[in-house]
């Protein structure tokens, strides 16, 4: 493997301050550095009265030069802010916004340095990944995960998958299914988990994210653990025995063996899916996060370039503004109200399907009796009753809750039955 004398300085650094991560780090993470390049340079330059470095089009003076149909579509938002690039990094005031709302959400997040701003969450995961996921290691994952993260994983990083059962036989989150997965795996450790989920819109009891996060600790007394907290639904929660907090908070300051990752971002969380602005924090110590969040910025600069500076402007307004907790609130309450409706609908019995627990995020997932081809009854219901939802696995509906109207709930349930019955 070619190391970069730059890539090298990092990695002896992160030798000294923990060995645990930089044994952790995959060789993609190992050959990472930020490079004293054209970003870098500028950023020093930053102060110069005469600031030749940044192709950066601006009047001399830092300001843009933007054209007018799209300066008029943004009047009234500051020129610079719009306009110009973010550090690579995220802009400072975003991450210290996101940081703030994760201290705000658990005083435990003080420890974490700022995290790196991403394109969205998905690419959160990937970056993780590429850090610290060699291709061929395995990913351990509960049975209903969110498609992707094949992408992620197995056709990007050529990975293997170790599946246990989502649920135990009480309907609550297999905690002992993770335990036996992690313990039947020899060396370095990737475990995957997002609450609540997609596609179950499962979150755990905070009895139950407690002893995930022991297995966790217990899986990483002598080897390295990498755990990827997927928190895309963060804070969709709508039952009061239902987790909203995140399981990265109980990682942090667990093991040196064990490397918690949060993923997250604006998608769901600031309802800004276009936006297109997630988070990656270090669960590690300060010292070593900083040299993560280096290698960040450059697969950072390998890949996007640069992060989308309009977005993380707004995403900043918003939650500094004072009607930011409401206004989520407000949108969480639309939520539960589609929640409920579909909890009430979906309560009847039927011979047709049995439905997962579920109790937060935007999706319910209902198995299809046997002899049932979810694949065809998906198709039966676009083509018979005008109504569309996702397959998985051959066995599983997935109902996405959070795009549809209240009234629309009870018709899909009816329609599924319908067409079910045809069957
Ligand atoms: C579980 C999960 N993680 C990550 C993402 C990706 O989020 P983003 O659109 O910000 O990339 C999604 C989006 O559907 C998701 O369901």
Redesign the pocket.
């Known amino acids: 493997m070619r190391l970069h004398p730059e890539a090298a300085e990092r990695n002896e650094r992160l030798k000294g301050i923990a060995p645990q991560v930089l044994d952790a780090l995959s060789p993609l993470g190992k050959r990472a550095f930020f490079p004293k390049g054209i970003p870098f340079q500028a950023g020093q330059a930053g102060g110069c009265a005469i600031n030749a470095t940044i192709g950066q089009i601006t009047d001399g003076a830092g300001n843009p030069i933007p054209l007018a149909p799209l300066a008029e579509k943004l009047k009234g938002l500051p020129p610079k802010d719009a306009f110009l690039y973010s550090p690579i990094q995220g802009r400072e005031r975003a991450r210290k916004a996101w940081h703030a709302k994760l201290v705000a959400e658990d005083a435990r997040a003080a420890s974490i340095v700022l995290p790196s701003v991403t394109a969205?969450?998905?690419?959160?995961?990937s970056m993780a990944a590429d850090l610290f996921f060699t291709p061929g290691d395995t990913l351990t994952i509960p049975d209903l995960y969110?498609d992707?993260y094949e992408q992620v994983f197995d056709m990007r990083l050529e990975g293997e998958r170790a599946t246990y059962p989502f649920y135990n036989a009480e309907g609550g989150f297999n905690v002992e299914g993770l335990r036996a997965t992690l313990a039947a795996q020899k060396g370095k450790v990737h475990a995957l988990l997002?609450f609540p989920?997609?596609p179950s819109g499962y979150s755990p009891t905070p009895a139950e994210l407690e002893a995930i996060a022991d297995v966790l600790v217990e899986a990483a007394k002598d080897r390295p653990v990498v755990v990827y907290c997927?928190d895309?639904?963060h804070g969709l929660v709508f039952e009061p025995t239902a987790t909203p907090k995140s399981l990265f908070y109980s990682l942090l300051n667990r093991s040196e063996n064990l490397i918690p990752l949060k993923?997250d971002?604006?998608?769901?969380e600031l309802s800004f899916?276009g936006g297109?602005v997630?988070f990656l924090s270090f669960g590690v110590k300060a010292e070593a996060a900083a040299i993560l969040v280096d290698k960040a910025m450059s697969l950072v600069r390998a890949t996007i370039g640069s992060p989308v500076g309009l977005s993380q402007y707004l995403m900043e307004e918003e939650l500094l503004d004072p009607r930011h907790n409401d206004e989520f609130e407000r949108l969480r309450r639309v939520m539960e109200g589609r929640y409920r409706k579909l909890k009430a609908a979906l309560s009847a019995p039927t011979p047709h399907w049995t439905v997962f627990p579920f109790n937060a995020g935007?999706f319910c997932l209902i198995e299809l009796r046997e002899g049932l081809d979810a694949e065809v009854v998906r198709q039966a219901l676009i083509q018979d009753e005008s109504v569309g939802v996702v397959s998985q696995q051959g066995r599983y509906l997935r109902l996405a809750f959070c795009s549809l109207k209240e009234e629309a709930i009870e018709p899909l349930v009816q329609a599924i039955a319908r067409v079910c019955g045809k069957m």
């Open positions: 969205g969450i998905c690419n959160a995961l969110w992707n997002n989920s997609n997927d895309a639904y993923c971002g604006i998608t769901k899916f297109r997630g935007c």
